[in-house]
């Protein structure tokens, strides 16, 4: 997908960021109501988070001068990305746990009755990461639900022109 | 996980070209910091402290793309992306193995043959992760990847 951005040399950091991360933010909630609808599309859940890692990275700069109400935007996107990363951890990890029990089973088939390795703990560790992961899934939907209820996008914008009209001699 | 270094003297109203080598000088330090003591490997947070800060670096790499010379960002863009990509290999398992322990801490004496193999599994194909990561900061390294990043910035901006 192309970029929809461009970033300017000859105007300045301030100029930039505020056209930059209203444009970034709006990549980044782009397939939102895909992944909030459909929490098993483990890719777009992904591909979400890399393109918040970019709005987060980059607000993460202009923390130092947009002042403390963006810090407190900013947070909640450290937030809601850092919550994708625990997503995308258990939609790792679930996999392998899996194919492990899977084989588990396959070499029990082969064995006698003394030699089999119980799958019970696997399964149990199994279910607890589901249910981790629907736990982190319904926290982050919440998040994403919120912001558009209570215009976040407006108040990041907000936070950086007022920061700016006070910067202004 | 460690916080981004603070960028001292940072002025947001000067040109772009001005700011952003100043940016990516000190992106590019904190993440070189971490180098040896992730090469030795004795201890996992300075392997996730470079991991992060990569990504940070990457990141502003490509956000400021068009106003830096296009091939040559993309090459270096490439060499921290595959820098990403190979602590990701360890950290990836660094993760699994702490939820494992820490799995296994909380469940009742038994049989956990099952939990014990699946931490060998992972322990091994750390190794092997950590290994091909090893040689490839070995080889940014001794190829004195921190001056050729330095000149790019230089040249570029």
Same mark, same amino acid.
């Given at each position: ?23 970034? *933010? ?12 459909? /929490? ?24 130092? *001068? ?6 407190? !935007? ?15 951890? !258990? ?15 396959? *070499? ?7 030699? =089999?390795? $119980?799958?019970? /703990? ?17 926290? @982050? !939907?919440? %998040? ?21 009209? #006070?910067?202004? $001699? | ?8 003297? #940072?002025? /947001?109203?000067? +040109?772009?070209?001005?700011?952003? $080598? ?11 910091? &971490?180098?040896?003591?992730? %090469? ?20 502003? #790499?490509?956000? +400021?793309?068009?106003?830096? /010379? ?25 993760? +699994? @193995?702490?939820?494992?322990?820490? &799995? ?21 194909? =750390? ?8 040689? &490839?900061?070995?080889?940014? =390294?001794?190829?004195? &990847? ?12």
């Amino acid at each position: 997908m192309a970029r929809r951005w461009k970033t300017k040399p000859k105007k300045s950091l301030r100029e930039n960021a505020q056209e930059i991360i209203p444009l970034l *933010f709006d990549e980044f909630m782009e397939t939102k109501v895909r992944v909030v609808g459909h /929490p098993r599309l483990k890719d777009e859940l992904h591909g979400m988070r890399l393109k918040g890692k970019m709005l987060r990275y980059i607000m993460e700069i202009a923390g130092g *001068f947009y002042g403390p109400a963006f810090g407190e !935007c900013y947070e909640e996107i450290r937030r809601a990305v850092g919550l994708m990363g625990s997503i995308h951890d !258990c939609d790792v990890q679930l996999p392998v746990i899996q194919q492990h029990v899977r084989e588990l089973r396959a *070499f029990n088939a082969a064995v006698k009755s003394d030699d =089999r390795i $119980p799958t019970a /703990p696997m399964v149990v560790l199994h279910h607890q990461h589901k249910e981790r992961r629907n736990t982190l899934f319904n926290e @982050l !939907c919440g %998040i994403l639900l919120r912001w558009e209820a209570e215009n976040f996008r407006g108040r990041i914008l907000l936070s950086m022109t007022r920061a700016t009209e #006070l910067s202004q $001699p | 996980m460690a916080r981004a270094w603070k960028i001292e003297g #940072l002025n /947001p109203d000067q +040109f772009l070209k001005t700011s952003l $080598p100043k940016i990516l000088r000190l992106r590019f330090d904190e993440m070189w910091s &971490y180098l040896d003591d992730t %090469i030795e490997g004795k201890d996992v947070n300075p392997l996730h402290d470079m991991r992060v800060s990569a990504r940070r670096l990457q990141a502003l #790499l490509r956000i +400021f793309r068009d106003a830096l /010379p296009k091939k040559k960002v993309d090459r270096q863009i490439k060499v921290i992306r595959d820098l990403v990509r190979h602590l990701g290999g360890v950290r990836e398992h660094d993760v +699994f @193995l702490d939820a494992l322990l820490d &799995y296994k801490k909380g469940r009742p004496d038994g049989d956990e043959r099952s939990v014990d193999l699946m931490i060998a599994r992972e322990k091994s194909l =750390r190794v092997a992760e950590q290994s091909a990561l090893r040689r &490839y900061l070995l080889h940014l =390294r001794r190829a004195e &990847y921190d001056h050729i990043f330095k000149d790019f910035v230089r040249d570029a901006t």
